[in-house]
């Protein structure tokens, strides 16, 4: 066999060769002896659940973003929870947020006996439209509900519109929560998430930029008596003061192995953002210029922390290339393939005029490419390659 003959076989082997969609043993590859060790170190001292790297964490965590408290917990889904109930949140109150998101952030507002009003997206950012939010609060109005807060979702890594989100807000007496599942890391205008609202919520689901090794999550807030009653609810209800139990909580408590890791990784979490910035760019100079296919886009002022790379096929090409990519090898999600308000158990609940346009139209169109901080050059321009061959052959 020839040179010439391996270096081909080596080329058809390695476009063959499945991609990971998220690639976590590279991560893990890079810091797994500061990851045992951590490990070793919570084995070591017993305090399985709420142990000394809880308070190191919050710490890191705040440290971090810039925001005074950091209170860790369970879940993402338990973080926004907490905030709801630490609102007082029930029946007969509505609270805005998108259908174009994952489940979680209307259901905890369901799950209290609230009211979800579902409003639209802009186009290009996939977060909350702020254009719709007085009919959002109409809506809500025309139910017979109380509006009284404003869900916004930082989609795919890329933080909302603050600034108009914060000042309709303010203009109409309701509170702002930031469901930061996806988009702890980002920055708005020189102000990085975990820094916006009355509290923000965050996941370390393992997918997410910043990840565990299970379930966790943390809550973001600079407000003082926020955190007494947070401390609280995560607690079951329990007081921090005497032995009673003044309000009802619940088990939100993280687990000391998941804060040991985070700790480790938050150390590297930078790096990869910049990396997971390059890697994007790299994707969009690749796809310049290709037909039915529209690329992110991140406003000035703004630092996306790339949760999802995600496109928009038009011309109901969509599902015609998933298939085409399968074929390659290259991983596709879609994220999402139908609205929030458009599943059973939310169909019933208020939205902007009736109906979500652009949240109907995108659920058609978005496909999402594998995106992590490890992605190297080779598989870039594979997957570059793939997608553009596959759009060339619809």
Request: proline fraction near 5%; aromatic fraction near 8%.
């Amino acid at each position: 066999m020839t040179m010439t003959d391996v270096n081909a076989r080596e080329r058809t082997e390695s476009v063959a060769k499945p991609l990971a969609f998220i690639d976590l043993a590279a991560q893990q590859e890079r810091i797994r002896p500061q990851v045992e060790q951590a490990v070793l170190r919570v084995l070591d001292h017993g305090k399985y659940i709420m142990g000394p790297e809880i308070t190191q964490l919050e710490e890191d965590l705040a440290r971090f973003c810039g925001a005074k408290h950091s209170i860790a917990c369970g879940s993402g889904t338990d973080a926004l929870l907490m905030l709801l109930m630490a609102k007082g949140i029930g029946p007969g109150d509505a609270v805005i947020c998108p259908s174009f998101t994952f489940t979680a952030t209307a259901e905890m507002v369901a799950l209290l006996g609230a009211s979800p009003v579902f409003i639209d997206i802009e186009e290009e950012s996939f977060n909350l439209d702020p254009a719709q939010l007085p009919a959002a609060v109409e809506a809500a109005k025309a139910a017979g509900l109380t509006p009284k807060g404003i869900i916004a979702v930082d989609l795919f890594g890329l933080p909302a519109d603050y600034d108009a989100i914060e000042a309709f807000a303010e203009e109409n007496g309701l509170w702002v929560l930031d469901d930061a599942a996806q988009g702890f890391g980002g920055t708005y205008k020189g102000r990085k998430v975990g820094t916006f609202g009355y509290g923000t919520a965050t996941s370390f689901f393992p997918a997410k930029p910043l990840g565990g090794y299970g379930d966790s999550g943390a809550i973001f807030t600079d407000d003082e008596a926020l955190v007494e009653t947070l401390h609280s609810i995560r607690n079951h209800g329990a007081s921090t003061k005497s032995f009673d139990n003044p309000i009802v909580g619940l088990n939100g408590r993280m687990d000391s192995m998941q804060a040991g890791i985070l700790i480790e990784k938050l150390k590297i979490f930078p790096d990869e953002i910049e990396a997971r910035d390059r890697i994007a760019a790299t994707y969009n100079a690749g796809f310049e210029g290709l037909s039915d296919v529209v690329t992110p886009v991140v406003p000035d002022g703004l630092q996306s922390v790339w949760a999802q790379y995600t496109l928009k096929i038009k011309s109901g090409l969509r599902d015609s290339l998933v298939a085409a990519l399968k074929d390659m090898n290259v991983p596709t999600a879609i994220h999402y393939l139908k609205g929030i308000h458009l599943r059973t158990t939310y169909a019933d609940y208020p939205r902007t005029g009736g109906a979500l346009p652009v949240t109907d139209r995108l659920c058609g169109e978005v496909v999402s490419l594998p995106m992590h901080p490890y992605l190297s050059d080779e598989d870039q321009a594979r997957i570059i390659d793939a997608v553009r061959s596959a759009m060339a052959s619809l």
